[in-house]
């Protein structure tokens, strides 16, 4: 069963039209990440919350926000999406307790913008 | 700031062939490295880390903290090893995971 879940697995939009995309995990996980991954690139974090702290990178535009509003669920909010936006979205959770840092993702949510 | 590097894009071998996959990174404490692949329209997942020193799917992955290197390597590829390879690194759990650029890797019959 999928642990990390992300809706619309596809989304288009247009330019300047704001999108949400979701995440919900069954993991009971603290930590929540948002990755942008663009074609033939590695994952690039945008931000994550470690519980209901919020930590943004510094380079992630201001055009990317993101809301927590509850241990499962995360959504990454784009205010005016251009087509550089264009790209995967990852999802990923982390549990603290352990030794291990591992990350669990989500399938990911390809946006397109027109 | 922590960096992960792998210098090659893409590598074709053949099957039966040995795979090393190369990884190097900058971080002056001790992190916790891992791989993660990226099998076609699948998604992202770990392959191993190296507090585990584990052989996944005939995979090893020594971290040599001299070199600071953590090489992934197969002694006969497979077919079904053709993904996308990333190396990443983490300061400690609650941290980002910082990936390096990927190696595709490729095996063909």
């Known amino acids: 069963d999928a642990m990390v879940i992300q809706n619309p697995r596809y989304q288009v939009t247009q330019f300047g039209k704001p999108v949400t995309l979701s995440c919900s995990q069954t993991l009971n996980h603290n930590v929540m990440y948002w990755y942008q991954q663009k074609s033939s690139q590695a994952p690039k974090l945008l931000f994550h919350?470690?519980?209901?702290?919020?930590?943004n990178e510094a380079d992630t535009p201001d055009n990317f926000q993101s809301r927590r509003p509850n241990t499962s669920f995360c959504f990454l909010d784009i205010r005016s999406p251009g087509l550089g936006d264009a790209a995967m979205y990852l999802c990923?959770?982390?549990?603290?307790?352990?030794?291990?840092?591992?990350?669990?993702f989500g399938e990911g949510s390809r946006l397109t913008v027109l | 700031a922590q960096r992960v590097t792998q210098p090659e894009k893409l590598l074709s071998v053949f099957k039966g062939a040995p795979v090393e996959l190369k990884c190097n990174y900058s971080?002056?404490?001790?992190?916790?490295l891992f791989w993660y692949v990226q099998y076609s329209r699948q998604r992202l997942q770990l392959l191993l880390r190296?507090?585990s020193r584990e052989s996944i799917k005939g995979f090893t992955a020594d971290l040599n903290k001299g070199e600071t290197s953590f090489h992934l390597k197969k002694p006969f590829a497979q077919e079904e090893d053709s993904a996308m390879y990333y190396c990443a690194l983490i300061k400690a759990a609650g941290n980002k995971l910082t990936f390096g650029g990927g190696t595709r890797v490729l095996v063909k019959p």
């Open positions: 990923a959770t982390q549990g603290i307790a352990g030794v291990t840092g591992e990350l669990f």
């Open positions: 190296h507090i």
């Open positions: 971080y002056s404490g001790s992190p916790e």
């Open positions: 919350y470690y519980d209901k702290d919020f930590n």
